[in-house]
Nanobody, 126 residues
């Protein structure tokens, strides 16, 4: 079965770090792009980052540039979102999703993505 399993969320103080994981099963990440989204309570879903595993290219939303990085461990078939210098406004449920390209990922309909992970909650609070 083709699945994405997101994990790694939790409670962290402002300025702290977390690493989210998106483990893929039933397929190989080599030929796909993985996008990260987040949705805060009462707000719309927004794009965070994307990594295209066919060429290693990455993309980041302006509000996380310089603080977040994204990488893929091809042996573990897992994508990692490293989040540093976290702010209270980063609080949200984070989701990973599979697609074929990172092009304009942040504006794509939810239906554009073939597989979604279940989400992991990140809370940034003192």
């Amino acid at each position: 079965e083709v699945q994405l399993q997101a994990s790694g969320g939790g409670l962290v103080q402002p300025g702290g770090s977390l690493r989210l994981s998106c483990a893929a099963s039933g397929f190989t990440l080599d030929y796909y792009a993985i996008a990260w989204f987040r949705q805060a309570p009462g707000k719309e879903r927004e794009g965070v980052s994307c990594i295209d595993n066919s060429d290693g290219s990455t993309d980041f939303a302006d509000y996380v540039k310089g603080r977040f990085t994204v990488s893929t461990d091809k042996v573990r078939n897992t994508v990692f979102l490293q989040m540093n210098s976290l702010k209270p406004e980063d609080t949200a449920v984070y989701y990973c999703a599979r697609t074929t390209t990172c092009s304009d990922y942040e504006n794509r309909s939810v239906w554009w993505f073939e597989v979604w992970g279940q989400g992991t909650l990140v809370t940034v609070s003192s």
